[in-house]
């Protein structure tokens, strides 16, 4: 079986736990959106099943077009794109949505800025990324993660901002639990922190590796638990410090 990045989000069964999560952002969203939408990180694409027939037209930018990606419906457009900067014109759509991807992109600042330029005047930027306190050890594909304080402070060119989180029950804490004492298992080996230092370009293959072989091994070890984590065990809920994603609508 090819390895999967932890770049994007995977559709593997071993990626269950975190894919149901990420699911929910768009089924949240799809209740919210209207009219034309961007959003910004297609990925493999699962989302625009999910938010394409609730718009008048939807656009869908990614650095790269994922081999995932097929015939996509009449009212969606696929753009290749790094950002920031946005190429858009200013007051262009009604909604931005944009999950788990803002911690990817070095010029953060930036970039909401320029969410904030494509909006229309009362549009609404839904966006999610990982809550920092939740994180087991650190992903080299992220440069960086959020507490709900340095997210908060994003958004202020906006005139509103409902800070919401993703939390789980106690089906996704078992796993939780479970991966966080498999990792830390693997980590004891790092008797240097290296993790922590070292430049994230050296550490993202080793991290894909050992990613894929623990979540694989849970797995095995766990098949009624990782596959049964449904979207219905996650849940909306105001911003805390045990909410695995931070999750916020910024209207503009």
Request: charged residues 30%; neutral net charge.
């Amino acid at each position: 079986m090819a390895l999967k990045t932890a770049e994007r989000v995977s559709r593997e069964v071993s990626d269950n736990y975190v894919f149901q999560r990420s699911h929910l952002a768009y089924v949240e969203a799809s209740k919210l959106v209207s009219g034309e939408v961007l959003e910004i990180g297609t990925g493999t694409g699962y989302g625009v099943d999910i938010i394409a027939p609730c718009v008048e037209r939807f656009v869908t930018i990614d650095k790269t077009r994922s081999e995932d990606l097929g015939i996509m419906p009449e009212n969606v457009t696929f753009k290749e794109a790094c950002v920031p900067p946005l190429p858009f014109d200013d007051d262009s759509f009604d909604y931005v949505v944009s999950f788990q991807v803002i911690e990817h992109i070095r010029k953060d600042r930036e970039f909401v800025k320029e969410v904030h330029r494509v909006l229309k005047p009362g549009g609404k930027f839904i966006v999610s990324t990982p809550n920092r306190p939740m994180s087991i050890t650190r992903n080299p594909w992220h440069v960086r993660e959020y507490s709900i304080v340095e997210f908060s402070k994003l958004f202020d060119g906006f005139t509103k901002v409902e800070a919401l989180g993703v939390e789980g029950n106690e089906r996704v804490w078992e796993y939780y639990t479970k991966n966080r004492e498999s990792v830390n298992r693997i980590m004891r080996f790092d008797i240097l922190r290296m993790q922590w230092w070292l430049p994230r370009w050296i550490l993202q293959i080793p991290y894909d590796i050992l990613n894929r072989i623990n979540r694989r091994r849970l797995h095995n070890q766990n098949r009624e638990l990782t596959e049964g984590i449904a979207m219905s065990d996650y849940a909306i809920t105001a911003a805390h410090e045990g909410c695995f994603d931070l999750f916020y609508i910024a209207t503009k």
